[in-house]
């Protein structure tokens, strides 16, 4: 074994966060580096060639959540990163129809085509959720008060407070439905017209294997709204290139920050409770650092890494009770032609939107009672994305890839079957499902690249195939994510930290975690954070 290699941190997993962190130790000034275990860093952000010709986003597929300030901090643009946003957000095809969303008063206008009593509740609706909203946007990058961590921790859960306190009463009602009813239950209050509900009701189900009427649910909407791009507020953009033109943009502002990034390198274990200097060891290196941050799943951090450390027996308890499942099944195809819809605008452009298969907050309802009982939906959700309508770097001239980003799969089937030997048969009914509205569909597909929620696992060490980290539930979220007492990027292990979608506030492509985590350390070291 060489001679270990020493470094002021250490970030074990290069994914989005993984990244973010480590371009903002190394800006302070601490020698970083990032042990990756695949030959790519970007984690469930990667482009990759899937078919002969045709390359595409592989787990996460579209930006909306990824903080400005980290973009702007990094210089994200000025290392490749070029996003356009999409004309029209949102597309649902319908047996009698469809309807649109999108900017410049489009979402309003449809919903007027559906429902004129929605439409005159919609601005109190959109008026409730932007309050909202804009207060989720001032926690995001906040560290999580600890509980039971003194008065440093006091202090945050009054900075957290007086964010919450600036709302006026009936918004801080409405936050406390949002943040503990479903989602089929607040929008049921606003709405009369199944369409509309769905319109807003999928952002409740996206990685949420749960169904909209479950409590709770109204949350994973929020979650899913309070991004922006380009400067516009709840707009969803494109990145030219796939996701994994982001990552790579940020490994660029990290190498040029002085970070060393090791690609290939998967860690096998984390050592060093009782040192102040932490023990990294893969297959053939032993790193050495003061440091560890880690933005791998929780899981993989306690109950594989640092299996062998004396960790509290309660601290153990609550992570092997940790629920990771968010009941993602995700394809690629490779097409020779654009897919035509039945029931489609005139206008061209919704192929460019989030086209989504999810008539109805019922529809939802049922996708997760059926996958419960078999493993997965008899009309599975669907949304599927085309970027190669706006971005010709992803496939052949004349040729396209989609994206199909399906819920509800769950991860362990039942009557024994397994997952490599189903994973085809779920494919081919994913197929038949976008067939039904788009006649000719099957027959253009070229390729494909199929990942059930265990292939998310193995490819992407998603535990569960869940692409957040751990389920977004109220008992999984603010200061209790991972674990409540842990809940501030900080290990039980002085020295070692979580910087991953499993910290606050979650996942999704939002950098926050990483930014929040080496904020923390930089405290930790006495240095002062950016």
Known sequence: MPEPKNYDAIIVGGGHNG????????????????????????????????????????????????????????????HGLEIILRKIDNYLPLENGYMLAGRNGLTASEIARHSKRDAENFPRYEAALERIVDCIRQLLLVTPPNAGGGIADLLALLKSAKILNKLPLDAQRDMLAFFTRSASEILDQYFENETVKALFGFDAIVGHFASPEEPGSAYVLLHHVFGETNNIKGAWGHAIGGMGAITQSMAKACKQSGVEIFTDMPVSKICGQNTKLKQVHTDNAVFTAPIVAASVHPKILYENLLKDQNLPAGFRKSINAYKSHSGTFRMNVALDRLPQFTNAPDNPDYLGAGIIIAPSLSYMHEAWASARTNGWSEHPIVEMLIPSFVDDTLAPKGKHVASLFCQQFSYALPDGKTWPYQRQIAADHIIATVEKHAPGFAKSILGMQVLSPWDLEQKLALVGGDIFHGRMSLDQLFSARPVLGNGAYRSPVKGIYMCGSGTHPGGGVTGAPGHNAAKVILKDKGIWPF
């Open 19 to 78: 990244l973010v962190c480590a371009f903002y130790l190394a800006k302070a000034g601490l020698k970083t580096c990032v042990l990756e275990r695949s030959g790519i860093v970007g984690g469930a952000a990667i482009t990759e060639e899937f078919h002969p010709g045709f390359s595409n986003s592989v787990a996460s597929y579209t930006i909306s959540l990824l903080q400005p300030k980290i973009m702007a901090d990094m210089d994200l643009p000025a």
